[in-house]
């Protein structure tokens, strides 16, 4: 036999396509050819695989060995490919039985002492794994990730001379079945902020919802302490989210850590951040802060700091939940349903409308300011409130306020009621379930008709407004959406003029 053929995965955004490694020993003078578009970690891999064979003590043949990783035009990258070309030299040369590589899938970068290290995407393939119905092997290190894909068959492994074990009968790899957990989340506490009553109100309706929210107010006011404890008040994520949001960050740079299963992310990126970073790019692209903040929070601080052709970007994926990436050669999808929370202040230097009264900063110097934030963009956020310095009264009084857990009870009850009768979240509502759904009494109607004269709100704004009254009278414990409801919500509207 001088051929043989070996099971793996590449990564193409969040899914893992099969790759068949074929491993071909041919006449000639003893060469080590790879081929199948293999970036240059892929190329490298012949160095580790020669000193990992040599190391452990298999004959690394001294013929013309070719390698083909199919499908051709499918791009490879990453040293995951190194123990299926390894177990491929091995089954080609005649010292291990191909028949055994049949039922296994592989994927692990080999050290050149034939020690098996990480690779990105665990979980990813262990998904596919599973599909196809194969036992996939791969680095220990690797292993509490990939088990969280129920129903694979994972056999993590610590060297090769462990797979080559299992292969020939030897020693089996044990299977690794993950432990069930509950996440353990420890957010920071609600009952920590001192004051400001009607931020911590619009972060209630913003959670109960699914709705982005805009916070602006001078420094100190407590906008960045709001908007880190706002994970700790949204509803838990379905199984099915988790796994989702497992598998995005499985892929990404950073890894996922079996430890956060059930976590909602929170991503709060740089203002110096590049489109790239934010939106997801690359030659082989990757997830950007939006799509790793799926089904969690993206909090933007400083606001208009951010470049504007960054935040342009954020325009499609606030409607869509999803941002594709087109490259000459291939186009990936990633899903990015976030919750956008950010905060900025009111002027460059900070202090307009402080009642200290120190602000400088002329009209024009502020509408430049704000005007840093495009309308289309400001007209996408469903929720804008002034957070202005706290009273010393409210800083003085000890003990502690409505902690998180209070807080969330509320929301978890808003949010089931939005389960049961819709199946999603208030924010999602689509023209015609608002049409449906959101039908108001003639008070509520007339004062909604007389909003869009006065603030001259935009169709867009008009269905949010419907939309965070919808979840305002879920909070309520109410059917209806009454005069009360519409009046709240319109006063998360009213700062629509300043940009």
């Given at each position: 036999m001088s051929l043989a053929t070996v099971a793996s995965r590449a990564l193409a955004g969040i899914d893992a396509p099969e790759v068949a490694v074929e491993v071909h020993l041919g006449p000639g003078l003893p060469s080590f050819t790879i081929v199948?578009?293999?970036?240059?970690?892929?190329?490298?891999?012949?160095?580790r695989v020669r000193a990992a064979l040599n190391h452990t003590h298999f004959?690394?043949?001294?013929?013309?060995?070719?390698?083909?990783?199919?499908?051709?035009?499918?791009?490879?990258?990453?040293?995951?490919?190194?123990?299926?070309?390894?177990?491929?030299?091995?089954?080609?040369?005649?010292?291990?039985?191909?028949?055994?590589?049949?039922?296994?899938?592989?994927?692990?970068?080999?050290?050149?002492?034939?020690?098996?290290?990480?690779?990105?995407?665990?979980?990813?393939?262990?998904?596919?794994?599973?599909?196809?119905g194969r036992a996939f092997v791969l680095p220990a290190h690797n292993a509490p990730q990939a088990a969280l894909a129920k129903g694979a068959h994972i056999l993590p492994a610590r060297t090769l001379l462990e797979v080559v074990a299992h292969l020939c009968g030897e020693a089996k790899l044990p299977r690794f079945d993950a432990p069930a957990r509950a996440p353990e989340c420890a957010y920071p506490d609600f009952c920590e902020v001192k004051g400001q009553p009607q931020a911590k109100r619009a972060l209630e309706v913003a959670a109960a919802g699914g709705h982005s929210l805009l916070m602006i107010g001078p420094p100190g006011t407590g906008k960045s302490m709001l908007a880190a404890r706002f994970p700790g008040i949204l509803p838990p994520m379905s199984e099915a989210e988790a796994l989702e949001v497992a598998a995005i960050h499985s892929v990404s740079a950073s890894g996922f850590e079996a430890a956060r299963w059930g976590e909602r992310p929170y991503r709060a990126p740089h203002h110096s951040a590049s489109g790239a970073a934010m939106v997801g790019g690359g030659q082989l692209p990757r997830p950007g802060e939006i799509s790793l903040a799926h089904r969690g929070v993206l909090f933007l601080d400083?606001?208009?700091?951010?470049?504007?052709?960054?935040?342009?970007?954020?325009?499609?994926?606030?409607?869509?939940?999803?941002?594709?990436?087109?490259?000459?050669?291939r186009q990936s999808q990633f899903p990015a349903r976030f919750q956008l929370v950010a905060a900025m202040n009111p002027c460059p230097c900070g202090l307009c409308g402080s009642p200290a009264g120190r602000c400088r900063c002329t009209p024009d110097r502020i509408a430049r300011y704000r005007g840093r934030i495009s309308g289309p963009l400001a007209d996408r956020v469903d929720i804008k409130l002034e957070v202005p310095a706290p009273r010393d009264s409210d800083l003085m009084t000890p003990g502690a306020t409505e902690s998180s857990g209070a807080i969330r009870q509320r929301v978890l009850s808003a949010h089931q009621r939005q389960l049961d009768r819709q199946g999603m979240p208030n924010a999602m509502l689509g023209t015609r379930e608002i049409d449906r759904l959101c039908a108001t009494d003639k008070e509520g109607d007339q004062l909604l008709r007389h909003a869009l004269a006065r603030l001259l709100l935009s169709a867009r704004a008009y269905h949010r407004v419907l939309r965070v009254a919808r979840t305002i009278a879920d909070l309520a414990g109410e059917a209806a959406i009454g005069a009360a409801h519409i009046a709240e919500a319109i006063q998360y509207r009213r700062l629509d003029a300043s940009f």
């Open positions: 199948g578009l293999p970036d240059a970690e892929v190329r490298e891999a012949k160095d004959e690394f043949p001294a013929r013309r060995i070719t390698v083909n990783l199919a499908p051709a035009d499918l791009p490879k990258d990453s040293g995951r490919f190194d123990l299926p070309i390894a177990l491929g030299i091995l089954a080609a040369s005649g010292q291990i039985s191909p028949e055994a590589l049949a039922a296994h899938e592989f994927a692990g970068e080999l050290s050149l002492t034939g020690d098996l290290r990480s690779v990105r995407g665990a979980l990813a393939m262990a998904l596919r794994a599973r599909e196809a400083e606001l208009p700091e951010f470049d504007r052709d960054v935040l342009e970007s954020l325009r499609e994926p606030l409607e869509s939940g999803r941002v594709s990436i087109s490259r000459a050669a």
